[in-house]
């Protein structure tokens, strides 16, 4: 399976994103999926995670209320809707893949990540 996340990039404060990342292979409908952000020097972590089908989302308290997950099966690709961004969101996210089909909140659980993409947000 390979990744491609995209999106990234220099916001304000306050302001939205939206990245995508979009997986290869014919069985990501059966693929849990999860975003996760490292920032310079600190450890990766999580941010929100989906389910193969969608019902289940998992998130950081953290991203509560500002983030959102979600899927297009259709497209091979998971969405992460960012808004009212803050400074310590400032990361290099990563999408990953659960062959599974849950969308937990351990990066343990992930078989493969993509090769990330930065989000800067500005004071």
């Known amino acids: 399976v390979q990744l491609q996340a995209c999106g990234g990039g220099l916001v304000q404060a306050g302001g939205s994103l939206r990245l995508s990342c979009a997986a290869s292979g014919r069985t990501f409908n059966r693929y849990g999926m999860g975003w996760f952000r490292q920032a310079p020097g600190q450890e990766r972590e999580f941010v929100m995670g989906?389910?193969?089908?969608?019902?289940?989302?998992y998130y950081a308290d953290s991203v509560k209320g500002r983030l959102t997950i979600s899927r297009d099966n259709a497209k091979n690709t998971v969405y992460l809707q960012m808004n009212s961004l803050k400074l310590q969101d400032t990361a290099v996210y990563f999408c990953?893949?659960?062959?599974?089909?849950?969308?937990?909140?351990?990066?343990?659980?992930?078989?493969?990540w993509g090769q990330g993409t930065l989000v800067t947000v500005s004071s």
């Open positions: 990953a893949v659960n062959v599974r089909g849950d969308g937990g909140r351990y990066a343990s659980l992930y078989d493969y």
């Open positions: 989906i389910s193969w089908s969608g019902v289940a989302t």
